[in-house]
Nanobody
Framework: VQLVESGGGLVQAGGSLTLSCAAS????????IGWFRQVPGKERVGIAC????????HYADSVKGRFTISRDNAKSMVYLQMNGLKPDDTGVYYCNAMVGGRTYWGQGTQVTVSS
């Protein structure tokens, strides 16, 4: 399994960014894929995820109503649309997949929100 993120950058508070994750190498199409955020000195925290089984989604309370996770199965892509960004959204965002009891991570992409 390979996960490659893109789309991070610097944005002003209130702005928007879209993160992309190119996912490949899955042996089957039933898994959960999503995004985690990590800031220095702290553990990675789950932000949003989507199930390929039924497209159900889950969000951290801190991003509900502002972030939207989606996927394009044909392109093997997962997206995180982030609107109304806040300085607290700053961190390294990692694409994450849980397949058959194993967890996979991308290399991460930095998102910085200036006040």
């Amino acid at each position: 399994v390979q996960l490659v993120e893109s789309g991070g950058g610097l944005v002003q508070a209130g702005g928007s960014l879209t993160l992309s994750c190119a996912a490949s190498g899955f042996a089957h199409d039933d898994y959960t894929i999503g995004w985690f955020r990590q800031v220095p000195g702290k553990e990675r925290v789950g932000i949003a995820c989507i199930s390929t089984r039924d497209d159900s989604t889950h969000y951290a309370d801190s991003v509900k109503g502002r972030f939207t996770i989606s996927r394009d199965n044909a392109k093997s892509m997962v997206y995180l649309q982030m609107n109304g960004l806040k300085p607290d959204d700053t961190g390294v965002y990692y694409c994450n997949a849980m397949v058959g009891g194993r967890t996979y991570w991308g290399q991460g992409t930095q998102v910085t929100v200036s006040s």
